[in-house]
């Protein structure tokens, strides 16, 4: 860090993510001791080396506000690139910061592309680069458009920050799971909803995708799991009528294809563990169900009792939901075995029980279907 | 630090045991009488056919009878009603089977069902059809 008087100290930052960077960080000098807050009154500049450095600058934010904060050099040179939150400005060496933003009010302003052609006029920014920012401002393109007119203008003098970190980066892989839940049926047509399902256990077999944006974020990340599994539910209804008791056993086999979206973010790097929370949606995709249904009914007759055995296949037919989503939270942890090798074990929860207030809603047309305390269990290679 | 090592560490744990111990309820309670399985009808002949079915389950009293019933009409298709082979007392539980002597109508639908009867239960299993060449 830097401080006030011009000093460089140098120790270790404390690592955060979100609108807090802006605000203050806490340092320490060494391991053993203690953590210090500091603030844009007390410290001019504080970084990670051979990563982000953030600068105390008097800024005007998206409401209007002037204050004092750290704002991040994303690039460094006759021209300099700035980022306050989700809030990106333009500063000629030693000049305020100018706030890079479009007009909200107006969906054709092309109030960024004057400020940028002003303070390019040296040495213009090519017109496609702007043209593909005529609708949106991408940090990506406003780094490559400030670095090259720094080229420009004076080359081989602009730094770029993180430069070394790509702005998106996949991690593939393939898992296997182990799914437990109990099924649950609403619907209006069958004493299906009345039945009770056992927990069932499954293979899970799927893909496994983790987007990250390293220069954005060190810890948050996108994680995509496309996932397939054949299951078998076994369930069980019992109804007495005045002289008749029916006894049903079901037998239900689903083919299910599971999207998993997650917000994912990573705890920690530890050594060979990097443990993460994980919160999204599943969307739960019913490739085919297949049900039978084995009816024994009882009854007396001439005092001797009467069990009549019927089975059936028709009633898990073609009004079965076939997309449903729910909201889900996985934690997890990676673990790397060597340079080369990676593995991922995760435990993942879906929330099933959205409305539980329509469980006997008669008036369905369609039979939803719901895995309750469906868990799932992950181990995933992935590739490098 | 050492605590989010050793909730990594308490995962890998967890997702091992269950892959490997987490078993399967049944919700399903153990009936009291014998449970039938039926079998597709084979060998349909103008004259014959062999039927056969399978007692799921061990019952609580000794089985006194046990057969099949046959019938054009798929109601009131018993004992009383249809034609049945009895194969009499069974002493356990599994496969068993008939072959039957029997002028069926040719291109007519039959429904056969297997039954077991003990001193107060009669279990009928499911219908199942067939059609006589």
């Not at chain 1, 007009?103 to 092309?110: F, G, K, R, V, W």
């Not at chain 1, 997890?332 to 074990?345: A, E, L």
């Not at chain 2, 050793?6 to 009291?32: H, M, N, W």
């Amino acid at each position: 860090m830097v401080e006030a008087s011009g000093d460089t100290i140098r120790g270790l930052v404390k690592h955060r993510e979100g609108k807090s960077i802006y605000k203050s960080f806490f340092f320490k000098k060494d391991t053993n001791a203690d953590m210090t807050e500091y603030s844009p009154e007390s410290v001019v500049a504080y970084g990670f080396t051979n990563g982000s450095q953030l600068e105390r600058k008097q800024l005007t934010d998206k409401k209007g506000n002037v204050l004092t904060a750290f704002a991040e050099v994303l690039v460094r040179g006759r021209l300099n690139l700035y980022q306050y939150q989700n809030q990106l400005y333009l500063a000629k060496q030693g000049e305020a910061l100018m706030p890079l933003q479009k007009d909200e009010q107006n969906a054709n302003s092309t109030k960024h592309l004057i400020l940028i052609n002003s303070l390019t006029l040296d040495c213009p920014v090519p017109e496609e680069h702007l043209a593909k920012m005529l609708n949106k401002i991408s940090t990506q393109r406003m780094v490559e458009v400030v670095e090259n007119y720094n080229n420009c203008v004076s080359p081989n003098n602009s730094i770029t920050y993180n430069a070394d970190k790509p702005w998106t980066t996949v991690e593939k892989g393939l898992s296997v799971s182990t799914h437990t839940a109990t099924l649950d049926f609403n619907t209006g047509s069958h004493s299906l909803e009345q039945a009770t399902f056992s927990q069932s256990q499954n293979l899970v077999f799927g893909a496994f995708f983790n987007i990250a944006f390293p220069r954005t974020s060190q810890r948050l990340s996108l994680q995509l799991e496309p996932l397939y599994s054949q299951e078998k539910h076994q369930g069980y209804a019992a109804v007495q009528e005045a002289q008749v008791k029916h006894q049903t056993d079901y037998s239900i086999a689903i083919k299910r294809l599971a999207i998993v979206s997650m917000g994912r973010y990573q705890l920690a790097q530890l050594a060979a563990f990097t443990p993460y929370l994980g919160v999204g949606l599943t969307s739960n995709i019913i490739l085919s169900g297949q049900a039978i249904a084995r009816i024994e009914t009882e009854s007396m007759i001439n005092d001797t009792r009467h069990i009549e055995t019927s089975i059936t296949d028709e009633f898990l037919d073609s009004n079965l939901k076939k997309l449903y989503l729910v909201p889900t939270v996985a934690v997890g942890t990676g673990y790397q075995i060597s340079d080369k090798h990676t593995m991922q074990f995760q435990i993942r929860y879906d929330l099933s029980q959205l409305s539980p207030g329509n469980k006997k809603d008669t008036s369905r047309s369609s039979t939803q279907l719901n895995s309750n305390n469906s868990i799932y269990l992950t181990a995933a290679y992935i590739f490098r | 630090m050492n605590f989010i090592k050793k909730i990594s560490l308490f995962l890998l744990l967890a997702i091992g045991v269950c892959l490997g111990a987490c078993t399967q309820e049944d919700v399903s309670p153990t009936r009291d009488y014998y449970q039938l399985d039926t079998h597709s009808a084979s060998n349909v002949a103008a004259s014959s056919a062999t039927f056969s079915a399978t007692i799921l389950n061990a019952g609580t009293e000794p089985i006194i009878e046990h057969g099949f019933v046959w019938a054009k009409t798929k109601p009131y298709l018993g004992l009383q009603t249809a034609q049945a082979v009895n194969l009499g007392k069974k002493s356990e539980s599994g496969y068993f089977t008939a072959d039957v002597q029997h002028t069926f109508d040719r291109n007519v639908v039959y429904y056969v069902r297997p039954f077991v009867k003990t001193g107060t239960t009669l279990v009928y299993g499911q219908m199942i059809s067939f059609k006589a060449p």
